[in-house]
């Protein structure tokens, strides 16, 4: 890793003016501001005329934030909300690349300026509060540092006083907050000036083309951020609740996740921005080659059409002849794991929202749990628990120790994890040790998730959360936090009233997966299901989903016998990669289309998968990702002439054509429509 620091003069230095230096600019007596390495982006840090600590954002001169009010109400002492000076300190140019274990891209370059911030109370109790800020060029981030200090040892936060005051009205993606299903919303389409209260990361587009992603990074020990519109197109942080009247409650000296906005002219550079994912600590676990990305098959999908059952009984899915099918199939056809859902006593009676009864290392008497592990073993397959809790994570925390030694015994290195039950149904431990409700993302979920991590990275478990927590990036620290849901999936296609819309994955691209990862589970041939209009995709659009939505857990969700009846289209899945060494938008608009290609980490296979609303397109792409000097064959799955997501979404069409990297290739997706490629090199480079 080569991590170079360096210090900037004050503006008007001729040394710092002659480096291209961003360095602070003492506006006024209470203003100051610095800029991104390139100056793309300047943030001003500031106080009013009550002493209320600001700051605000432009872009190349144009303003992205007005000026924002930041403080906090505390719940036994007096708010840190004004009355204070500020000092601001020197920016220090940050420029390192470091390695993923797994990921989207291999190398990730974090080429930022950090610039300190000090408020301190100019009288009464004259405590200090530190604004830590980020500038990179595409983006810039805060978080607020508590110091230790006499006058503020236990920090109890009512609420966050931050504002984001957008500089110009425009359309905004946005799910709502404090809705019962957590994040398992379709995405609301709006003016900016008409969103309510709503989830992040929150994605707008303003009049000009400005293109910003509302967000948080690195959440440890706090509660969730979501964002309530106060007035116009401003809007304020709105902490989850806790267990009291406060929020947050923790000791001094802290700090507070940082607060995102990433900002481009285009959605395809948000969607190439790792601002997320550089703004946590680098990996604590050390050696994680445990951690296996892999494809996996399972016992799931039959559930949600209801041709099996997650009880016991007669169409208990989770049997020992079940399970063994599926590992013979995934170990036929490749695939690393087998996802078994279903097999763990509890899942009789009232499940939902309660949790009591499940036991996490008990099976049901139909599913041999030792012969099935040993056999995946002896077949090369990865055997994957799930752990569904009913978001009775008091439960949970008591049975986890006991369950991950038990997977660790037993050769299963990857855990789905899921906490189905009404947003602030959740059960967690309360002060005084008795089961309490709490929201599934306030600060005991947010504990009780870094419990869970810990403990699986003990007994080398990755974890798949489902009902979780959301992303805030913290894969990089713990690479074992492998995916999770946190948004509408595939399995509303199945029995949703509706099922998801033909625009809604060109909606993910540019809003949930800015976070990161997300398990989907695609892949669905079987388009006739339990909800109106089925699967609301072509064959070929299925296949584009493995490049389009990243995951390094990538699941072929539907019934084995689908994939057996057409070896075509299924061979795509089976070849694409799920671990990747370079990542590239190559156009897209959101909720409308999106084009990603992707390098494989193990080869120098580059895949494409492209994919569209209800509207059909013709894209024009240039191949200059492929290496210069190469030929490839270009494996295309693409929709056929009368393919259409409504009347005939089987209609696809399997060629090779040979291309190299000076070609440009015409993508022809049908509505509800796409497209994957597969580009493999032939011979040697020239």
């Known amino acids: 890793m080569n991590l170079q620091r360096r210090s900037f003069l004050a503006l008007g230095s001729v040394s710092a003016l002659a480096l291209g230096a961003p360095a602070v600019a003492q506006t006024g007596a209470n203003t100051a501001r610095a800029s991104s390495p390139n100056g793309v982006l300047t943030m001003e840090m500031g106080t009013d005329n009550d002493g209320r600590p600001t700051y605000a954002v432009s872009r190349l001169g144009q303003k992205v934030v007005n000026t924002s009010w930041m403080g906090f109400l505390l719940t036994d002492v007096p708010m840190l909300e004004r009355n204070f000076a500020m000092t601001a300190g020197q920016p220090v140019l940050v420029d390192d690349t470091w390695e993923q274990p797994w990921g989207e891209r291999r190398f990730v370059r974090n080429h930022y300026n950090e610039w300190r911030v000090s408020y301190v109370e100019k009288s009464g109790l004259q405590r200090r509060l530190d604004v830590l800020v980020r500038l990179y060029d595409d983006g810039v981030a805060f978080r607020y540092e508590f110091p230790d200090q006499p006058a503020l ?3 109890r936060i009512a609420s966050e006083l931050t504002q984001f005051n957008l500089a110009e009205d425009g359309e905004a993606w946005w799910i709502p907050a404090w809705e019962w299903n957590r994040e398992e919303y379709l995405y609301n389409r709006t003016p900016i000036s008409a969103v309510g209260s709503a989830q992040t990361p929150i994605t707008v587009r303003g009049k000009s083309g400005t293109h910003v992603s509302i967000h948080e990074a690195a959440l440890i020990d706090y509660a969730g951020m979501n964002l309530r519109r106060s007035e116009g197109t401003g809007f304020r942080a709105q902490l989850t609740p806790g267990l009291t009247n406060a929020a947050v409650v923790r000791q001094a000296p802290f700090h507070t996740p940082w607060r995102t906005l990433q900002i481009s002219d285009s959605a395809a550079g948000l969607a190439e921005s790792s601002l997320i994912l550089n703004l946590n600590e680098p990996n ?9 990305p892999m494809k996996y098959v399972g016992i799931w999908w039959e559930m949600h059409l209801e ?14 002849e079940n399970a063994i099918k599926h590992i013979d199939f995934a170990a036929k056809h490749g695939f690393g794991g087998v996802l078994i859902e279903g097999w763990n006593l509890g899942w009789d009676g009232n499940w939902f929202a309660s949790g009591e009864e499940f036991d996490f290392t008990r099976p049901y008497p139909d599913f041999d749990l030792e012969r099935i592990a040993a056999y995946a073993r002896d077949k090369g397959v990865q055997l994957i628990s799930h752990h569904e809790t009913g978001g009775n994570a008091y439960r949970y925390e008591q049975q986890l120790e006991a369950a991950m030694s038990q997977m660790e015994r037993l050769g299963q290195h990857a855990v789905k994890t899921g906490y189905v039950a009404d947003a602030g149904g959740a059960r967690v431990a309360g002060p005084d040790g008795r089961m309490v409700f709490a929201f599934h993302e306030s600060q005991p979920l947010a504990q009780h998730h870094m419990k869970v991590i810990e403990t699986a990275a003990r007994h080398k478990v990755a974890v798949n959360a489902h009902e979780p927590f959301k992303d805030t990036g913290l894969r990089r620290t713990y690479p074992n936090m492998i995916t999770r849901e946190g948004a509408r999936g595939m399995e509303f296609s199945a029995w949703g009233q509706p099922g998801n819309p033909p625009e809604h994955e060109a909606n993910l691209v540019f809003t ?3 976070a990161g990862p997300m398990d989907y589970t695609p892949g669905i041939f079987g388009m006739d299901t ?3 209009g089925g699967i609301q995709t072509t064959w070929a659009k299925q ?3 493995y490049v389009v939505i990243y995951s390094p857990l990538q699941m072929a969700a539907d019934l084995l016998v689908h994939y057996e009846n057409n070896p075509g289209p299924f061979q795509f899945i089976k070849d694409v990669p799920v671990d990747w060494a370079e990542t590239r938008v190559l156009n897209g608009e959101i909720g409308d289309f999106v084009t990603i290609a992707r390098k494989d980490r193990n080869s120098d296979v580059w895949c494409l998968g492209s994919l569209t609303d209800e509207h059909p397109r013709s894209l024009d792409v240039a191949l200059g990702f492929l290496d210069a000097g190469r030929r490839y064959r270009a494996e295309i799955y693409r929709d056929g002439p009368d393919a259409n997501y409504t009347t005939n979404r089987t209609d696809i069409v399997i060629e090779q054509r040979e291309v190299t990297s000076a070609d440009q290739l015409t993508l022809n997706l049908a509505p ?3 497209q994957a490629i597969r580009f493999v090199p032939i011979g040697r480079r020239r």
Not at 284 to 292: A, T
Not at 307 to 320: E, P, Q, R, V, Y
């Open 530 to 532: 339990r909800s109106p």
């Open 512 to 514: 949930r997966l800015l």
């Open 543 to 545: 296949l584009a989903l």
């Open 307 to 320: 041709l099996k059952s997650w009880n016991a009984g007669s169409k208990h899915g989770a049997t020992t």
């Open 153 to 155: 040892k236990t920090v």
């Open 672 to 674: 509800g429509g796409g």
């Open 284 to 292: 604590r676990l050390g050696d994680v080659s445990w951690v296996k």
